[in-house]
């Protein structure tokens, strides 16, 4: 069984342009959820979905981060403009229980450099 | 709201010794707790959790961690490690706060087991 995948793996893009990451879940998972990693930091949740509704969003750090699930499978998180503080390893997780206790598969991670 | 303290960053060791990673949370209420296990250019992989019964719990590759409540605390044990335990730990509280499980992550412990 394919785990959680996340691409690209690596993207340096500069202050200002946008960036797109992509994270497929296993397949039947309902639940996604994408957490952030500042370098030497604690990991931050972000958002979690439920199918293609965003169940919690409070992670989010401001409107310049956009994330979509459409049709509750792959998810998307858009980035823009992107700033400098936005560098960080992004990571995507996917669980199948409904509790959120349901244990989390977590993919590679995004490493985003913005210059 | 809870937090987690990893106090240390990083932790050396040689092969075969013992070793310890100290996890201390701070929570209102009752939690469950987790620690994960990052290789490198990998994901998250779930150790061992902590949900509820017996306090010593038992996880994957000999790891294990005492939940100890009057500490508030849930370190991370091996009696002998090798080579390939290199790799960075992290320990996550969650509680339902907010209607979620959505756990907190500690900054992460880097143990680097040498020859």
């Known amino acids: 069984e394919a785990g959680v995948t996340q691409f690209p793996s690596h993207s340096v893009i500069e202050k200002g342009q946008t960036v797109t990451l992509r994270c497929d879940p296993i397949s039947g998972h309902d639940n996604l959820y994408w957490y952030r990693r500042v370098m030497g930091k604690e990991i931050k949740f972000l958002l979690h979905f439920v199918k293609e509704s965003k169940q919690d969003e409070s992670g989010m750090p401001n409107n310049r981060f956009l994330a979509e699930r459409t049709g509750g499978t792959y998810s998307t998180l858009k980035v823009q403009p992107a700033e400098l503080e936005d560098s960080g390893v992004y990571f995507c997780?996917?669980?199948?229980?409904?509790?959120?206790?349901?244990?989390?598969?977590f993919g590679p991670g995004t490493r985003l450099t913005v210059t | 709201a809870q937090s987690v303290t990893q106090l240390d960053s990083q932790v050396p060791v040689f092969e075969e010794a013992p070793v310890e990673l100290r996890c201390n949370y701070s929570?209102?209420?009752?939690?469950?707790l987790f620690w994960y296990v990052q290789y490198p250019n990998q994901g998250l992989q779930l150790l061992l959790k902590?949900?509820?019964?017996?306090?010593l719990v038992k996880g994957i590759n000999g790891f294990e961690a005492e939940f100890n409540k009057s500490q508030t605390s849930f370190h991370l044990r091996k009696p002998s490690v090798h080579i390939s335990d290199t790799a960075e730990y992290f320990c996550a509280v969650s509680d339902l706060s907010g209607g979620s499980y959505i756990p907190t992550f500690g900054r992460g412990t880097s143990l680097i087991v040498h020859p």
């Open positions: 997780a996917s669980s199948l229980g409904t509790s959120g206790l349901g244990e989390q598969y």
């Open positions: 929570s209102s209420v009752s939690v469950y």
């Open positions: 902590y949900l509820s019964g017996s306090t």
